[in-house]
């Protein structure tokens, strides 16, 4: 992203930085997020790939000889969403997918961001978007921001296009948040906001958002599918971890010591502090 300016999700405090995949079928789901969604293969082995945009790693996939599908039911991913540069990359990347024929989930107005909603081969929830600028926001006096889901008109998106050939996911396109599948929104409250330190930017009926630094959401959860799932177990596929990178050293320190008060498990590795949520979805945090 060397030449292109950082979206504002990623100037905050923390934000949402990598992914990490579990599939049945490398080969395909791969073939999928290069052909259809525009990453790149950026390191390949015998078991696992990691692609991203310019160089820059944004999904890990990997797979083994003892994964299983995850119910749809199960704690884990709801959707990746990844953030492009502006509202003619989103056009351009439409344009794309109506004519590769791809199928569409929904695509939606939420004020602060368009998008659209689509599933990869293995069931993995998918978001393309863009953001408005925040100035355009509206921001309630509680601190949180206002989101709805109004419709999003597909047909005057792709007209705005550029029809030319396409070349894949342009450069700066980031992760912009990560929403998941939990059983319980007020733990999930207790995790993400008392104990990591992200702030409730957001509440919808059966999902809270959480965000660092005014953004509308670095983190989702939502119990739409999921209401009283417990822990993944390590051979499902979908979700297994994701990190979430800190701009400022004090609010990592503040996460890491919160940690280590409430005696969560956490471990130190060359990547950062690993630990897992209440769901067994695991998470670094990283500076």
């Given at each position: 992203m060397s030449n292109t300016p950082l979206p504002f999700a990623l100037t905050r405090p923390a934000h949402v930085n990598q992914t990490h995949l579990v599939v049945t079928d490398l080969s395909t789901v791969s073939k999928f997020y290069q052909d259809v969604i525009g990453?790149?293969?950026?390191?390949?082995?015998?078991?696992g790939e990691v692609l991203g945009?310019?160089?820059?790693?944004?999904?890990?996939?990997?797979?083994?000889?003892?994964?299983?599908?995850?119910?749809?039911?199960?704690?884990?991913?709801?959707?990746?969403?990844?953030?492009?540069?502006?509202?003619?990359?989103?056009?351009?990347?439409?344009?794309?997918?109506?004519?590769?024929?791809?199928?569409?989930?929904?695509?939606?107005?939420?004020?602060?961001?368009?998008?659209?909603?689509l599933s990869d081969p293995e069931g993995n929830g998918i978001e393309i978007y863009r953001d408005r600028k925040p100035d355009e926001w509206t921001m309630l006096p509680d601190g949180t921001v206002q989101m709805a889901t109004e419709g999003l008109d597909l047909q005057a998106l792709y007209d705005s296009a550029d029809k030319g050939r396409w070349a894949?996911?342009?450069?700066?396109?980031?992760?912009?948040?990560?929403?998941?599948?939990?059983?319980?929104?007020?733990?999930?409250?207790?995790?993400?906001?008392?104990?990591?330190?992200?702030?409730?930017?957001?509440?919808?009926?059966?999902?809270?958002?959480?965000?660092?630094?005014?953004?509308h959401h670095h983190i989702a959860a939502n119990i739409w599918n999921s209401r009283g799932a417990g822990a993944r177990a390590d051979s499902m596929s979908g979700l297994s971890d994701y990190s979430l990178r800190f701009n400022d050293k004090a609010a990592l320190e503040q996460a890491v010591a919160s940690l280590d008060n409430l005696e969560i498990a956490s471990a130190r590795t060359a990547e950062g502090v690993s630990l897992k949520d209440p769901w067994g979805i695991g998470l670094t945090l990283s500076a």
């Open positions: 990453l790149a293969s950026l390191e390949k082995t015998g078991s945009v310019a160089g820059v790693p944004l999904l890990t996939l990997t797979t083994g000889n003892d994964v299983v599908r995850a119910p749809r039911t199960a704690a884990g991913l709801f959707h990746t969403a990844f953030l492009v540069p502006d509202r003619s990359a989103l056009a351009a990347w439409l344009a794309h997918a109506a004519h590769a024929g791809v199928r569409l989930d929904g695509a939606s107005d939420h004020l602060v961001s368009e998008a659209i909603y894949g996911m342009q450069e700066g396109t980031a992760i912009g948040h990560i929403h998941l599948q939990v059983g319980n929104v007020p733990e999930a409250e207790k995790f993400y906001r008392d104990v990591l330190g992200l702030k409730v930017m957001a509440r919808y009926p059966g999902a809270s958002f959480f965000a660092t630094g005014g953004y």
